[in-house]
Antibody
Framework: EVQLVESGGDLVQPGGSLRLSCAAS????????MSWVRRAPGKGLEWVSG????????FYADSVKGRFTVSSDNSKNMVFLQMNSLRAEDTAMYYC??????????????WGQGTLVIVSS | QSVLTQPPSVSAAPGQRVTISCSGS????????VSWYQHLPGTAPRLLIY???KRPSGIPDRFSGSKSGTSATLDITGLQTGDEADYFC???????????FGGGTKLTVL
């Protein structure tokens, strides 16, 4: 059974940094791409970032490009999202999700329960 | 970053059918697959449809998807109260190299 468990969400001041983690199990980690998707209060789902299986390419939404960095540790089956220069509009529940294939970001077949990030002074 | 266009809300009675539309462009839906997700805030989103028409295992055949040109549609038949949720379409956007989600459609089962 696929399991994705996010952690690292917190209350942080504008301009601050936070690192989210996602622990994956139940599948061959390097075979599937991983994504971070967020949902802000009162808003819809927004794809934030993705990393190919084996970590050989990364992709970002324009809204976070230059501020967020996605990475993975294949030895630990973990994905990370380093978030810098945080803004109030980054406040959201952040979900880790698995794609169906090494380069797949558009078919997210398993999701974690999310970790909450609040950016506020 | 632009989103795909969905109606904000739809509603129907139990047992009835609803259709949710999703409109995009040649850079996204027109040349890439469409997926559909169901989401209740506070829970994990669920993949309902991928590659325009395919259902993951465990998704009932009451849910079906289609695509034509730069638009896609999610059909839900035999509505149940448990179907009340937000529904999102998604597609890869080739010029941005990113996934775009629709704005979401809130389904109310009256």
């Amino acid at each position: 059974e696929v399991q994705l468990v996010e952690s690292g969400g917190d209350l942080v001041q504008p301009g601050g940094s936070l690192r989210l983690s996602c622990a994956a199990s139940g599948f061959t980690f390097t075979n599937d791409a991983m994504s971070w998707v967020r949902r802000a209060p009162g808003k819809g789902l927004e794809w934030v970032s993705g990393i190919w299986g084996r970590g050989d390419a990364t992709f970002y939404a324009d809204s976070v490009k230059g501020r967020f960095t996605v990475s993975s540790d294949n030895s630990k089956n973990m994905v990370f999202l380093q978030m810098n220069s945080l803004r109030a509009e980054d406040t959201a529940m952040y979900y880790c999700a698995k794609g169906q294939g090494r380069r797949s970001f558009n078919e997210l077949d398993s999701w974690g329960q999310g970790t909450l990030v609040i950016v506020s002074s | 970053q632009s989103v795909l266009t969905q109606p904000p809300s739809v509603s129907a009675a139990p047992g009835q059918r609803v259709t949710i539309s999703c409109s995009g462009s040649s850079s996204d839906i027109g040349n890439n697959f469409v997926s559909w997700y169901q989401h209740l805030p506070g829970t994990a989103p669920r993949l309902l449809i991928y590659e325009n028409t395919k259902r993951p295992s465990g998704i009932p055949d009451r849910f079906s998807g289609s695509k034509s040109g730069t638009s896609a549609t999610l059909d839900i038949t035999g509505l149940q109260t448990g179907d009340e949720a937000d529904y999102f379409c998604a597609s890869w956007e080739s010029s941005l190299s990113a996934v775009l989600f629709g704005g979401g459609t809130k389904l109310t089962v009256l």
